[in-house]
């Protein structure tokens, strides 16, 4: 028996969330990470471009990347009253990504910490819009497995513990021990 295939169980009040709608521009990520937005030479820049570590070819991959794990953090489908709190924190996740993935060695400080707890928060304000996931106010199905399920005949199993006998009398008295009931 194959597992439940929950991709194609829907919300018909409410469409899956359009990607082109969420997805911010460099510009957003370069407001998050103006720190970042100097050249080779200590030049400020305004937004990523060629001569900016990373690039803005650079920063729109990790866009890209940012977009997917932001929408494996929330529900298939919002209502697209949602898409500008979801495009903002797709461009913290994407902020996320720029420290760890261009400045690994301070990832843990700074900013990218500040992006990471903004990312949360928004995150569970955008769960709260589609049913209060993030409060504990709605119970997705649990499926429980059981270990006697998975039980194959064939795998060793463990020889049993031999406990040491010791006569125990019937009626739980130790005085009478040994002694037969009647």
Known sequence: MSPIDFTYIIDEDLPPVDRSKIRPAVDDVAILEATRLVDISGAYQQTFNDSTWPTATQCDGLIDQAIELTLADIP???????????????????ACLVERSFYREQYDKGSAKGHQDDYDLLIGAIERVAGGGAEGQ?????????????YEPDYPMPMPRIMPRTPLPIDGNPDDEGQVDN
């Open 138 to 150: 709605r119970t997705d199905s649990i499926m429980l497995r059981s270990t006697m399920a998975e």
């Open 76 to 94: 298939d489908f919002l209502p697209p009253s949602a898409y500008p709190r979801i495009q903002q924190a797709v461009a913290l996740k994407a």
